[in-house]
């Protein structure tokens, strides 16, 4: 059964094809497991190819043939396979995680995101995520320029003890990143995220004094060649087509040696557990990027995923634990 939702955003989210105000999607039903279906602008399929692939899933006579039906639609087939492992997971009365994999870890670390503002704002709101329990802060920049970024990372850097880590979301050139990556070796931050343009994975050659994540790059090129250049990959379930494929992505990675990040494309309350369960499943998974259930004013369901002390504790299961009221 398929179930469709709207839920208005916190504040409004730019994306690659405009701005939105609400995250619509859907619920999908099937044998006791339930997936959700959030396309985002940019990084899926859009809404009326989901909901198309979604109602010949629906259909379809078995598991494998519903998946079939959702090939070349990554938040249909995110829904899908999600619905389908946690049928399986409640059938044997274990959570997602333990599902997903062996020895699955209690709680996954996670990073505040501090976002464009001034020297001062930015290091006051390093010091309040700081205080509120997080070790680690990513600090969105690309918005004004470069030196002025570089300045807020070091007042961030002297504000609390703790690890930072920027996202440029591609607005810099490659010179322009080449010319502050001493600076930001001296801030000691993590890594750079997405610096450059996500269509060109040139230009990464020459950056050695910061370690480089890469995001948007994934939605231009295969996994292999990210991973050539990155030395962090950034993973979305819903863009990759589910927790399952997000996993496997994530198991490439370490092989090349580029370690796995996990976020989400700001997803309701079922897709947020499962990629909880899924980052606990990899061993020793490095700070993650799912602590965004505030950038949504409804959801699904009580979230299942609060932050404490910079840490979200995997929701109990079976499967990914969320129940959602029929009516909601
Ligand atoms: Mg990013």
């Known amino acids: 059964m398929i179930r469709p939702f709207s839920l208005d955003l916190s504040r409004p989210l730019s994306t690659a094809s405009g701005t939105i105000d609400a995250r619509t999607g859907f619920l999908f039903d099937r044998e006791g497991g339930l997936g959700e279906s959030t396309p985002l602008p940019g990084w899926t399929e859009p809404h009326g190819a989901c909901g198309e692939a979604l109602r010949e899933a629906a259909d379809a006579a078995d598991w494998d043939a519903a998946l079939a039906a959702c090939e070349g639609t990554p938040a249909a087939r995110h829904g899908v396979s999600l619905a389908r492992l946690d049928a399986s997971a409640r059938r044997t009365d274990r959570s997602l995680a333990r599902e997903l994999g062996d020895d699955p870890a209690d709680a996954v670390p996670v990073n505040a995101t501090v976002g464009?503002?001034?020297?001062?704002?930015?290091?006051?709101?390093?010091?309040?995520?700081?205080?509120?329990?997080?070790?680690?802060?990513?600090?969105?920049?690309?918005?004004?320029?470069?030196?002025?970024?570089?300045?807020?990372?070091?007042?961030?850097?002297?504000?609390?003890?703790?690890?930072?880590?920027?996202?440029?979301?591609?607005?810099?050139?490659?010179?322009?990143?080449?010319?502050?990556?001493?600076?930001?070796?001296?801030?000691?931050?993590?890594?750079?995220?997405?610096?450059?343009?996500?269509?060109?994975?040139?230009?990464?050659?020459?950056?050695?004094?910061?370690?480089?994540?890469?995001?948007?790059?994934?939605?231009?090129?295969d996994l292999d060649a990210v991973l050539d250049v990155a030395d962090y990959v950034v993973l979305k379930p819903m863009a990759l087509g589910g927790v399952d494929r997000a996993r496997e992505a994530a198991v490439r990675a370490r092989d090349a040696g580029v370690e796995p990040v996990f976020t989400t494309t700001i997803d309701a309350a079922v897709a947020r557990a499962a990629a909880v369960h899924l980052a606990a499943s990899v061993p020793d998974v490095p700070t993650c990027g799912l602590a965004t259930a505030d950038r949504l004013a409804d959801d699904l369901a009580a979230d299942p995923t609060p932050v404490a002390d910079g840490h979200i504790r995997v929701p109990d299961g079976p499967g990914h634990g969320v129940e959602v009221e029929r009516d909601a």
Request: charged share 30%; proline share 2%.
């Open 116 to 221: 464009d503002g001034s020297v001062e704002a930015t290091g006051d709101a390093v010091a309040d995520a700081a205080d509120a329990g997080f070790e680690t802060v990513k600090v969105k920049v690309g918005a004004r320029p470069v030196e002025e970024d570089v300045a807020r990372l070091r007042a961030a850097s002297e504000a609390a003890d703790v690890t930072l880590r920027a996202d440029a979301n591609g607005a810099w050139s490659a010179k322009q990143t080449r010319r502050i990556a001493d600076d930001l070796a001296e801030i000691d931050l993590e890594y750079l995220e997405q610096p450059i343009s996500a269509s060109t994975l040139d230009g990464y050659r020459g950056i050695d004094a910061v370690d480089v994540a890469l995001d948007e790059a994934l939605v231009h090129h």
